[in-house]
């Protein structure tokens, strides 16, 4: 049913939770799974503010980065996978990474009722649930 499921994670218990389903659903179908993890150098505040250069990130930020996708591979005990980390706006780098890897399923870990709230109108991201064949699944 699905090819490629991308995965956000953060190191968040929602992002665990998700890449958990992701994981089932990926058995479940024979579908390839995608773990993406988004180095955000700024704050939500900030980024209508400040131009950011992604180029520039800090060190401390990637190795944090690698970290929770390190995190990531032990969860999935030995699931063929891939990784990916990237900087910049989370919901610009789901979207992109979306396209790039085909993926037909995008599985989104949530802060509850706010977070759900948040990812509707924008932060987490309204431009996710534009991609009209890609179903997005939220976990809360």
Known sequence: MYNKILVPVDGSEGGWKALSYA???????????VVENVV??????????VP???????????????????????????????????AGRPSKVIVNAVKET??????????????????FLGSVSSEVAQLSPVAVLIVK
Do not use: C, W
């Open 23 to 33: 994981k089932a659903l990926a058995e479940k179908f024979g579908s390839k799974l």
């Open 52 to 86: 950011i250069d992604t180029s520039r990130i800090s060190n401390e930020l990637q190795e944090i980065g690698k970290q929770v996708l390190a995190m990531a591979k032990e969860r999935l005990g030995g699931m063929d996978a891939e990784y990916k980390s990237e």
């Open 102 to 119: 085909n993926a037909d399923l995008v599985v989104i870990g949530s802060r509850g009722l706010s977070g759900i709230a948040e990812f």
């Open 40 to 49: 955000q150098p700024y704050t939500n505040a900030s980024i209508l503010a």
